[in-house]
């Protein structure tokens, strides 16, 4: 005890916090570890464990701030400080990868944050006002506390590199500004979190600076500024039933940003309702009134949005949006424009934490809408039966040429990868030869082969793992005797070997992993040549010709691109079992070129 009186004031009053802090640490310790060893499991985990890290503090935090306003003992606190955390940590984890879901719920608790001091009867605004502007003074303050100490130390350490020579090495940094962020920040913060949440606040006849600043602020932009762009939205929403045009896609974003930014302004204005100017007083007493006409336009935009391309997360928080400000509507009318501020925040987190789990959450119901868009974009074209791909041919190509030609499915398809979905599709490809979830592709490739990034992609993934594609087997050669006639360049000899090593000009040449023949520049990645720029890139699959461990007697050999097909041909000598020391694993290679071709300008190949 005599120690804990000894410390400044601000560390002893992290003893209100015991919980957050034991997270901080604890997330600090696995962060800074991670960085150490390079652990490869923690990286898919990564942002997983940081999104829980957050949600529990925060968690715990809510849970002391109500604990400390009533009388619990110290104990008691600390273990509903401790449940809740857990509960907010496996929450987090329940979500996966989906990024969306985690800041939904740290942008809840954020809110229940606010008003977890203030949940009981003999509460004040006047006070509950107060103590969320120190509130933020002290997040503030614990990011600038954060910035200055981590900068500070990079700073001197990069001037001992460039003043003594001293090494040092990059994951220093990392280890600074990691331990600034989850470990300085917070508890900077934490130690300005009030102590006496009881401190109404009042505007003075004599306002301090800060107080000015606020008012000056209300009063000369913030409050104009809202009640003019209110002004924008309903004259847009007259334009809109004279002219019976649907509002564009846009406007739900805009009245969702304005929505937030005006609320925020009504909470922070409280404290002027009565004694500030005209446009704030105004405004205090019309607000919600005000975000009728908004809510409407919004919720005819997502609705339009919703029945053409499905529910997605997105769309899914504009509605939540919304019904939010329906009901608050409903509430200022019901409550005679006396509306408690601590609703705002209270209403708010309920609504974000409820739709982050469940059958009822944004993820559960965008799969569910985005499912039925891939059965009914399918189902339009005559594609399915039975829920089962109809194909002809009944290859998965056939479906990655569908997918890349039509923007619909492929936005369907990208929703459910985003929601981790992906595999639900499964089902409906049963009847397919070369089902892609029989196979337990990763994700990019699985992506690629469903056509997600384009029809050039999936020609060089299945080039890489010695697939057929359109029809031509991968390594597939034909007779010598052919017509080069269209063929107006011819780019050699090169030399490789299986460990990707290029020899130009002479078998015994300096290797590189890509050199330059002809201003052609050429590049091995077993089993894949590719030669060229950009557009103009050529690539041959030469997997059935280098794969073999003991050469085979048919050379040359001639392979037609399997990257610009009508541009390309590669001729290929397989080395011969009596070839000299210095050729003996190496294939030789002439490459014909059709720069007249009209996807393959002239001047990308360089000069012959």
Known sequence: MKFMSQLPEQLRSLRRFPVPVAVCIASTL???????????????????????????????LIVALWANTRPLSAIAGILASVLAAMAAALLEFSHGSVIGQDVVVVGGLALAMMVAAHLRRGATIESFWRFNLQLGIAAAMGAVASVIVCGGLSLLLQSSRYLFDVPIAGSIYEHIWVTGATLLAPLFALAMVPADVEKPF?????????????????????????????????????????????????????VLTFGIIGTATYMVAYPWREVGFRPVRWFMR?????????????????????SEYGVTPDRYGLCLFATWLAAMA?????????????????????????????????????????????????GNQNLLVD?????????????????????????????????????????????????PFRQHFGDYRLRTVLGMYGLKEISRERAKHSEPANG???????????????????????WFNREGQINAGAPDSPAYSEVEVGGLPVSFSDPVLTAGRGSATVSFNLAGAIKPAQPIANSPMLFPAHEGRERGMLILVRPSQLASPNRADKFEVWILLNTQASDQPTRSLGSP
Do not use: C
């Open 202 to 254: 009042v505007v003075g006849a004599e306002p301090d600076l800060l107080e000015r600043a606020v008012s000056h602020v209300l009063n000369f932009a913030l409050a104009p500024l809202v009640l003019v762009y209110a002004l924008m939205l309903h004259i847009y929403a007259a334009k809109i039933a004279i002219t019976a045009n649907m509002p564009k896609g846009e406007v739900g974003q805009l």
């Open 330 to 378: 409903v509430y200022l009318g019901v409550a005679r424009g006396r509306i408690d501020l601590r609703v705002i925040p209270a209403s708010l987190a309920v609504g974000l934490l409820l739709s982050s789990f469940g059958p009822w959450s944004a993820t559960a119901v965008s799969i569910r809408s985005q499912l039925g868009q891939f059965l009914q974009v399918l």
């Open 30 to 60: 696995l962060l800074n570890f991670q960085i150490a060893s390079a652990v490869a499991w923690f990286d898919r985990f990564e942002g997983e464990v940081i999104f829980a890290s957050v949600a529990a503090a925060l968690a715990g």
């Open 387 to 435: 829920e089962r791909l109809k194909l002809d041919p009944p290859r998965l190509e056939t479906f990655a040429r569908i997918t890349a030609s039509n923007d619909h499915l492929l936005s369907v398809l990208t929703a459910l990868d985003n929601l981790e979905a992906l595999d639900r599709i499964g089902p409906a490809f049963a009847g397919l030869e070369d089902n």
């Open 472 to 494: 031509v087997e991968s390594g597939n050669s034909i007779a010598l005797n052919f017509d080069s006639g269209r063929y107006d360049r011819l780019v050699g000899p090169l």
């Open 286 to 306: 019309s607000w919600f009134w005000l975000m009728v006409v908004p809510a409407i336009l919004l919720t005819l935009a997502v609705g339009q949005r919703v």
